[in-house]
């Protein structure tokens, strides 16, 4: 809880939930309108939740400049994309802000517009949270809570030795939409310019794909740390080695007019944000993958394969392992 001295004027933080949050809430009636101290959700007969907290800091997750709209889709996307790999349908979330001095009322309202827009989308609602002053950075922290069948939440660990390693859409879009929302690249189309920065500032959670990969994945993770930290967070966890071909990494034609060879590896492999998902599953069900692939319109590219050991491998196509400077974000 914050101290009374770190809150909004009681008038200025009711009036701020009642104009632009209290709406995001009308359509849950556990929500109560936001006048209430908690909310109240029951899960469907034969299922359970699956809770995600995530903050999104600004200069460490979103630039200043970036459009209010953006920073909000991006702040409940990227805890939306943890539900879809772990195969969970979302149904509602919190929303806690830290607020420092310089968001208006108008940057508000635009962010308060951000999450209707997605609301509408992903068929979910918020149900309450927290607003406080803060000396420091912009702080937007969301609570994601969805549903999955009683026992069926694809965990990290349960990866097997024999199995394929997949990655859902394209690597590495978000740290080239970071790299051009910083500098000044001359030579680059504008559709392929405005396509890098919007993945950066507004990820795609999978979570049609998500949900269906329920009796095919036997371990699952969303992509936030970089492809090679991540999967070495997932073989961690099942007590495996994944091994990686990095000539089998899927790239978008925008990405790779920017960077290009050794360069486009270097950059990517352990660079953050790109919010796919990332997951093993036995041989067997490649076709069944490859169908829901198409049905989904979600692109799924095997990309390595489970082996005894620990540890994550990053292969060229003689075999050798490619040593990178960094794996991913480090968050301390």
Same mark, same amino acid.
């Given at each position: 809880?914050?101290?009374?001295?770190?809150?909004?004027?009681?008038?200025?933080?009711?009036?701020?939930?009642?104009? !632009?949050? +209290?709406?995001?809430?009308?359509?849950? $009636?556990?929500?109560?309108? @936001?006048?209430?101290? %908690? *909310?109240? &959700?029951?899960?469907?007969?034969?299922?359970?939740?699956?809770?995600?907290?995530?903050?999104?800091?600004?200069?460490?997750?979103?630039?200043?400049?970036?459009?209010?709209?953006?920073?909000?889709?991006?702040?409940?996307?990227?805890?939306?994309?943890?539900?879809?790999?772990?195969?969970?349908?979302?149904?509602?979330? !919190?929303? +806690?802000?830290?607020?420092?001095?310089? $968001?208006?009322?108008?940057? @508000?309202?635009?962010? %308060? *517009?951000? &999450?209707?827009?997605?609301?509408?989308?992903?068929?979910?609602?918020?149900?309450?949270?927290?607003?406080?002053?803060?000396?420091?950075?912009?702080?937007?922290?969301?609570?994601?809570?969805?549903?999955?069948?009683?026992?069926?939440?694809?965990?990290?660990?349960?990866?097997?030795?024999?199995?394929?390693?997949?990655?859902?859409?394209?690597?590495?879009?978000?740290?080239?939409?970071?790299?051009?929302?910083?500098?000044?690249?001359?030579?680059?189309?504008?559709?392929?310019?405005?396509?890098?920065?919007?993945?950066?500032?507004?990820p795609e959670p999978r979570l049609a794909f998500g949900c269906e990969l329920m009796g095919m994945a036997n371990a699952s993770?969303?992509?936030?740390?970089?492809?090679?930290?991540?999967?070495?967070?997932?073989?961690?966890?099942?007590?495996?080695?994944?091994?990686?071909?990095?000539?089998?990494?899927?790239?978008?034609?925008?990405?790779?007019?920017?960077?290009?060879?050794?360069?486009?590896?270097?950059?990517?492999?352990?660079?953050?944000?790109?919010?796919?998902?990332?997951?093993?599953?036995?041989?067997?069900?490649?076709?069944?993958?490859?169908?829901?692939?198409?049905?989904?319109?979600?692109?799924?590219?095997?990309?390595?394969?489970?082996?005894?050991?620990?540890?994550?491998?990053?292969?060229?196509?003689?075999?050798?392992?490619?040593?990178?400077?960094?794996?991913?974000?480090?968050?301390?």
């Amino acid at each position: 809880m914050s101290r009374p001295s770190d809150r909004p004027p009681r008038a200025g933080e009711f009036d701020l939930i009642a104009r !632009l949050f +209290a709406p995001l809430a009308a359509g849950f $009636p556990g929500a109560f309108g @936001l006048t209430d101290d %908690a *909310a109240v &959700l029951a899960p469907a007969a034969g299922c359970e939740l699956v809770l995600k907290a995530d903050s999104l800091i600004e200069s460490v997750h979103f630039l200043r400049d970036d459009p209010p709209g953006d920073v909000a889709r991006k702040a409940l996307r990227r805890a939306l994309s943890d539900l879809a790999a772990k195969g969970a349908v979302p149904r509602v979330y !919190l929303l +806690a802000l830290a607020l420092p001095d310089w $968001p208006d009322m108008a940057w @508000l309202a635009s962010f %308060a *517009a951000g &999450l209707s827009l997605d609301q509408s989308q992903f068929a979910l609602s918020l149900v309450g949270g927290e607003t406080n002053r803060t000396p420091g950075p912009l702080t937007i922290t969301i609570t994601a809570i969805g549903e999955v069948s009683s026992g069926m939440m694809i965990r990290r660990a349960g990866a097997r030795v024999g199995d394929l390693v997949f990655v859902t859409g394209t690597i590495g879009d978000a740290a080239g939409g970071l790299f051009l929302a910083r500098n000044t690249v001359s030579g680059l189309r504008d559709a392929d310019r405005q396509m890098l920065v919007q993945r950066y500032r507004v990820p795609e959670p999978r979570l049609a794909f998500g949900c269906e990969l329920m009796g095919m994945a036997n371990a699952s993770l969303d992509i936030s740390d970089g492809l090679v930290a991540d999967l070495g967070h997932l073989a961690a966890a099942s007590h495996v080695r994944i091994e990686i071909a990095a000539d089998r990494i899927p790239f978008s034609p925008a990405l790779q007019t920017l960077w290009s060879g050794e360069d486009l590896i270097a950059r990517t492999a352990g660079a953050g944000d790109d919010y796919e998902i990332a997951f093993t599953a036995s041989a067997g069900h490649e076709a069944r993958i490859a169908e829901l692939s198409r049905a989904t319109a979600t692109r799924a590219t095997c990309i390595g394969h489970v082996c005894a050991g620990t540890g994550v491998a990053l292969l060229n196509g003689d075999g050798r392992e490619i040593l990178l400077a960094s794996t991913g974000y480090r968050h301390f």
